[in-house]
């Protein structure tokens, strides 16, 4: 069951820019953890970003670290995932996840399986 709605994925250049966003009509995203995953062809699963409920440090896997930010619209029960200065190895499907866990972030890039929630969005960064 689809619990998730990734969208924004598109096919941009190097350098470019994009918006991911998260939303669900079953969960209110604001009472949530919402982390981002990503898995590219051939490659493991990839922790991308994770905010907590309380919006504190988010984290960031150093491949995106400043040039990824993640946040909250709770108006529109949505999490954003702001992507810039994309490269050719950011292509790949984003995942968001939900978790009510206030430790959910804190342990995000060592999960041992990231179970999609959604069906994901594509990225592909390609000239």
Known sequence: ?????????D???P???LRLACSSSRFTLANYA????????????????????????PYYSDSVKGRFSISRDNARNTVY??????????TATYYCTVD???FYCSGYHS???YVPNGRGTQVTVAS
């Open 11 to 13: 096919q941009v250049q």
């Open 34 to 57: 919402i982390g981002w995953f990503r898995r590219a062809p051939g490659k493991e699963s990839e922790a991308v970003s994770c905010i907590s409920t309380s919006d504190a440090a």
């Open 15 to 17: 350098g470019g820019s």
């Open 81 to 90: 995932l702001q992507m810039d200065s994309l490269k050719p190895e950011d």
């Open 1 to 9: 069951q689809v619990q998730v709605v990734e969208s924004g994925g």
């Open 111 to 113: 999960l041992t399986i």
């Open 100 to 102: 009510r866990s206030e």
